[in-house]
């Protein structure tokens, strides 16, 4: 992963205030650091805008849920019903989150010289135009179901939201003081050349017509003076109570403790004599914008594969050697089976890299589906291992498969019904898909803007519920749990491990 700027956070949680560290403002950047910050935070807006964009069509895809016009009698929603809404509110809000962060790192724009004056403004006012568009048609669309009202206030575990929620987004964007921010931004965005950041004024221009037809805008302020003190003196609140007061390029990019895992190289050169090729690896990593849009504590699934000579010693029995001669290799060797089949994505996997490290995992990452080293994979901040209760010959069958699909790019849309390409869980959900004379692995789907798929979350929700049950498919070999602020990674016991898919996505934050 590819380390970019460092932030730290403020965080409020439950209405107090929880500091990890203190916060550079985008006036004491360096000039390398400032220049780094302003092209993040602009493709970070872009994207999390994007996002909004693509919640909002979701809710015109589901009339039955999302109505067009208020019906005439109101309805109680049915639990599939409510979990559409659950999951529709958890994305948007995230976004939210994210832009919300973008925004009032901003806020001193007007401390900084020259055209980073400029980029700051910009990235700010498109962040704060995107989130406050997106709001309004929100807001507009649910208030045409009465139902929606109490379902939205209901808790959100996934957030760590209390009640009341849908609430507090009424209250802040159903304000006159927002569309006074909104009319003296527009006041200021004139004062400046225009020759900047041609993508986001292009998504300023766009948010705000909407916003003025909408009749958002309480007329203009009368001069550029007048509408910095405006902007000047606007209270940030934090709306949420769970609130990163930070911003990053979603992509790989830490916001807070840049460099350093929970888990120890120590830590990952001892779980490798436990591992096994066929395991599940599930894994956390906090404070990433990449976690942005993903339900739930578990964020990430990859596929451990040996080394070579691992697989060789593990897949030594009468019947996988069967079962490879079946294919087509006299021989019964998996490698040799692996080699002739797929020569191109064979040759990747034996590569050595990062340090002589050698590949022993293959996962879905932003790069694609990648063979990867255990080192690399396993530096997160939690990490669980689940074994499928599976014969070696079931277990080869899904490593040929993983084999099938690399080099596949990473599926952004998180579509499951097309292999061209594949999000982190697909990649498992597909090398362990039951077929004819296959038993394999059955993961639950859920529906996630439309898209029916398997976040990780899921998995480890599964194996607690299935637990002890004739149905099992798993076992958990070791659980590393990250302590944010024992700045380590402690092994946990089997109990802790069932209730972790209950932990709300900002864990890290309440940890006792």
Partial sequence: MTMKLTSTTAVLFAGGVLSCAEMKPVHKLTPAELEARLQGDARATQIQRQGLRAVVSYLETRPDVFPEERPKESRLLRREEKEVVWHTWQRFL???????????YHAQFYRLKSTAKEDSFLIGYAAMLAKYRAAM???????????????????????????????????????????????????????????????????????????????????????????LKVVQDGAQSLWLPVQQGVSEWM?????????????????????????????????????????????????????????????????????TRTWVKQQGEPGGDLETLLRARLPRAYEQSIKSQEQGHAVRVIEAISEGVSFTTLEHSADCDSLAVLRPRLPKREKAQALLRAFHYAGRPYDFNFDFATDSELVCTELIYKAYEPAAEFRGLTFPLVEMLGRKVTP?????????????????????????????????????????????????KWHVLIQP
Wanted: proline share 5%; with cysteine.
């Fill in 137 to 227: 048609e929100f807001i507009e669309c649910c208030e045409r179901n009465p139902e929606l009202d109490k379902v939205l206030n209901d808790p959100v575990p996934e957030l760590g939201l209390p009640a009341g929620t849908y609430g507090r987004l009424k209250f802040k964007y159903l304000n006159i003081a927002i569309a006074t921010d909104f009319a003296a931004r527009e006041v200021l965005l004139k004062t400046f050349s225009g020759d900047r950041q041609p993508e986001l004024r292009k998504a300023i221009r766009w948010d705000a017509d909407y916003l003025w037809r909408a009749g958002k805008g309480r007329g203009q302020v009368l001069t550029a003076k007048n509408a």
């Fill in 251 to 319: 992509g790989d990019t830490k916001v807070y403790r840049p460099g350093h895992s929970l888990i120890s190289q120590a830590q990952t050169k001892q779980l490798q004599p436990k591992l096994l090729p066929g395991d599940v690896l599930l894994e956390r990593r906090e404070w990433y914008m990449s976690n942005i849009g993903l339900p739930g504590f578990w964020s990430h699934a990859a596929l451990y594969l040996g080394t070579p000579e691992e697989r060789r010693a593990f897949f030594d029995d009468a019947e």
């Fill in 456 to 504: 990780a979350n899921e998995i480890a929700k599964q194996f607690d519920s299935h637990f002890g049950n004739s149905d099992q498919q798993f076992d958990l070999v070791i659980f590393l749990d990250g302590q944010e602020r024992q700045r380590k990674a402690v092994e946990a016991p089997l109990t802790e491990f069932r209730k972790s898919w209950q932990r709300p």
């Fill in 94 to 104: 995230d976004y939210l989150v994210a832009l919300d962060s973008v925004e009032q």
